[in-house]
């Protein structure tokens, strides 16, 4: 079944860095696209970045533009988000996802906590 495991959050102080990692199993990676949500607390889940299926085209929301970068290594069946200068408003609970289009299920992983402060 598809699994996706997350890892790389912590505690960070404001201007720090994280990387995020997303291990995926149970599908064929290297053909769907990926992508990194977050929640902060008492808010809705976000989209923060997507990356294509071969890594060459990504997106990014307007907020992490500029200091995310979303990677991936298909020989890993891992990807990656790279966050810079992090700031208190990116403290949240980040999920890694694979969608899908409908009728299709997508997953979610089960998240992992960034918090932002000092």
């Known amino acids: 079944q598809v699994q996706l495991v997350e890892s790389g959050g912590g505690l960070v102080q404001p201007g720090g860095s994280l990387r995020l990692s997303c291990v995926a199993s149970?599908?064929?990676?290297?053909?769907?696209?990926m992508a990194w949500f977050r929640q902060p607390p008492g808010k809705e889940r976000e989209l923060v970045a997507s990356?294509?299926?071969?890594?060459?085209?990504?997106s990014y929301a307007d907020s992490v533009k500029d200091r995310f970068t979303i990677s991936r290594d298909n020989a890993k069946n891992t990807v990656y988000l790279q966050m810079e200068n992090l700031q208190p408003e990116d403290t949240a609970v980040y999920y890694c996802?694979?969608?899908?289009?409908?009728?299709?299920?997508?997953?979610w992983g089960q998240g992992t906590q960034v918090t932002v402060s000092s």
């Open positions: 149970g599908f064929a990676f290297s053909s769907d696209a």
């Open positions: 990356i294509s299926y071969s890594g060459v085209s990504t």
């Open positions: 996802h694979l969608p899908r289009d409908h009728p299709l299920p997508s997953y």
